[in-house]
């Protein structure tokens, strides 16, 4: 028993004059060289590690090395010089981590909402039967338009919009639909309009379409079993008997086309079948609709005539639209229920990231208090936006009038909706006609620096104008027809739409020189100035989310600002839908400097030169987008706030080149 404690007792190393072990063992197959004889290392000395005590070891000469068992490793770890720096790493780490988590969520708590797809870019109207001819028929197509679409892509359109193309009995093109499944023949295929929705995709656009759930054609399924009474269908329409006297029959009311039967959305299976259309066509890739005649849902249940205007008339000579009042036919109660639920099916289908789908509601006609009730309540959506068609009803070009259309839209839009502008439409004369030529580069400049979404439709980034009525070989109301001509790509034989030997309708005897092909060669063209526009906008904060704020109302003169807090340059707007003349602007804007640099021009020989802003020279129909840098901003202004708008609030930050809402 003592010797074992003995040598217990005697484990030790003598570290004095050992060589060190820093963790790695020499491979015991390879043999040690022999030293020299009489070297120090004929004798080699051998080392012992002597326990001092029970359960305790003496480190006051070791240090540390790579592999020491871990009652070495903790004698050192708890060292002051080892702990201190281990525990300071630690807590910078842990401050590190919660700031920058704070630092995160305070920039999604302070950030705005970014712009969706429909709100960053401008959209492009296509009416399909006049877009591209690709089998030579006369007609245009499906594919007509996939042909075109790098073409669409130079204008910078985020959204593609197609009026309707489903099958149809050709009565009042476009509303007297068929079968809402269907694709029209003169059109193409399923197949045509798939390959068309992923050639959209492919180039980063949005597809939109047209759907009038309002009513069908008399030719339709759903109308030929309702009026046999047959099964569910006997309830999808509106019916009442005519009268009969003295062998004449009268219909029971003077509302409808006979063409054009008005579902019963009363009834909930009607609209069941609605919201499974829209499903049928958000499966194939539409990424949202415009929804037609929406104010027309719904009717009064007691049927009676409407009121002439007219109340002296003889009412078998009413004939137009515009003869009789609407307060039976539309806007009626529960009419914006049935659109809030036509939300809810989209809102559906917007689940998926990056899938938002968009709905507009077309309010022709309406009063601006009534159009804006389509954009729903503060926590009950309706449309994103109602389709803003007062500028396509201007037919004189004064600047008090273009006024009043831009500051009753947005005195009136609700708080954190987004505006639009249109300045054409196919049941509209085009631009050209309305107002003169000489105002579409100014109306496009116009749309284009305004807060909100731009809508073009095809052929006004070139000008071009209704047709004259002749020689029309459709049984349709020519008035609807004028400005639904072929579009004018190049002077060729029918103006490039179609390499067939006749057109569906003429083409404007213009096209020779008013066509994409030529205007593309020209700097000074109307299609070159729509390119600068909507490059401008798509690279510009001022524009796409800034204040705009009105300075001048009782002249010719259209004058308002794009700013930003946060952005020290304004973009000065000045359009002059007047005579020649000369404006002073620093009668207007007392802080505008002496000399300002013209960013856009409808005048391309002046963009980028600087003018005295005491006399400045405007011909008519010439409008100047200034930029100049200031400190201050109208809307920060006590006596000019009131007439600034803006509908997606934000700042900009330049240090680290961010937005955020804390203005």
Not at 127 to 145: A, C, E, M, T, V
Not at 186 to 209: S, W, Y
Not at 483 to 501: I, T
Request: aromatic share 12%; with cysteine.
């Amino acid at each position: 028993m003592a010797e074992k404690k003995s040598k217990r007792d005697s484990i030790g190393m003598d570290l004095k004059g050992c060589r060190t072990n820093n963790g790695f063992v020499q491979n015991e197959d390879i043999l040690e060289k022999d030293p020299d004889p009489g070297s120090p290392m004929d004798s080699p000395q051998h080392c012992s590690m002597g326990i001092l005590g029970p359960g305790e070891l003496d480190f006051k000469d070791i240090q540390p090395y790579a592999g020491m068992p871990k009652e070495v490793l903790f004698h050192f770890s708890g060292q002051a010089r080892y702990r201190v720096p281990r525990e300071v790493l630690f807590w910078l780490t842990l401050a590190a981590v919660l700031v920058l988590t704070a630092g995160t969520i305070a920039m999604i708590a302070v950030s705005p909402k970014c712009l969706d797809w429909w709100q960053a870019g401008p959209m492009y109207q296509i009416y399909p039967r006049s877009f591209k001819d690709s089998d030579q028929d006369g007609n245009g197509d499906l594919k007509g338009i996939q042909d075109k679409l790098d073409y669409i892509t130079t204008l910078n359109i985020k959204t593609v919009w197609i009026t309707s193309f489903y099958k149809s009995s050709l009565k009042d093109f476009r509303h007297g639909i068929v079968d809402f499944r269907e694709i029209d023949p003169i059109f193409g295929t399923m197949k045509d309009f798939e390959n068309l929705v992923a050639a959209i995709h492919d180039r980063g656009l949005k597809l939109i379409i047209d759907f009038i759930p309002n009513h069908t054609s008399d030719k339709h399924a759903w109308f030929q079993w309702s009026r046999t009474r047959t099964g569910k269908y006997a309830d999808y329409y509106i019916w009442h008997n005519c009268s009969h006297e003295n062998g004449i029959t009268t219909p029971p009311n003077n509302w409808f086309t006979k063409e054009q039967p008005d579902l019963n959305f009363r009834n909930p299976d009607v609209q069941e079948e609605i919201k499974e259309i829209i499903q049928f066509w958000l499966s194939k890739g539409v990424d949202g609709f415009s929804f037609e005649a929406v104010k027309f849902l719904l009717e009064a249940k007691h049927l009676r005539d409407e009121i002439q205007v007219n109340k002296t008339q003889i009412p078998d000579t009413v004939t137009h639209y515009a003869e009789l009042y609407h307060d039976f036919t539309t806007t009626q109660v529960g009419m914006h229920d049935i659109v809030r639920s036509l939300r809810q099916t989209m809102d559906q289908h917007s689940r998926e990231p990056g899938r938002y789908r968009f709905m507009g509601t077309e309010a022709y006609g309406d009063s601006i208090d009534r159009t804006m009730m389509y954009y729903g309540l503060p926590f009950i959506q309706e449309a994103d936006f109602p389709f803003n068609d007062y500028l396509t009803r201007l037919d004189s070009p004064f600047g008090n009038s273009v006024f009043e259309v831009i500051t009753s839209w947005m005195k009136h839009l609700p708080e954190g909706k987004w505006p639009n502008w249109m300045i054409g439409g196919p049941d509209n004369a085009r631009l050209t006609s309305r107002l003169g030529k000489e105002y579409v580069n100014i109306m496009n400049m116009l749309v284009f620096t305004l807060p909100g979404t731009p809508i073009t439709y095809y052929g006004e980034e070139i000008g071009m104008g209704n047709i004259l009525a002749t020689n029309l070989n459709e049984s349709y109301n020519v008035d609807t027809l004028l400005s639904k001509s072929p579009m004018q790509w190049d002077n060729s034989s029918n103006a490039g739409f179609s390499e067939g030997n006749h057109t569906w309708l003429p083409t404007s005897t213009d096209y020779y020189t008013v066509n994409v092909a030529v205007q593309k060669a020209q700097p000074r063209s109307a299609l070159t100035l729509y390119q600068e526009l909507s490059s401008l906008r798509a690279n510009e904060l001022l524009l796409s989310r800034g204040w705009f704020c009105y300075v001048r109302t009782d002249s010719p003169y259209v004058v308002y600002t794009r700013e930003m807090n946060g952005i020290d340059r304004v973009f000065l707007v000045v359009l002059n839908f007047g005579e020649s003349s000369l404006l002073n602007l620093k009668e207007i804007i007392s802080n505008i400097p002496t000399r300002v640099r013209i960013k856009l021009s409808t005048n391309s020989t002046k963009k980028g030169s600087e003018v005295d802003t005491q006399a400045i020279a405007l011909g008519k129909g010439e409008g100047l987008i200034f930029e100049y840098n200031t400190k201050t901003l109208l809307h920060q202004q006590a006596d000019i706030r009131d007439r600034c708008f803006v509908s997606s609030r934000a700042c900009y930050f330049s240090v680290l080149n961010i937005l955020h809402s804390l203005c």
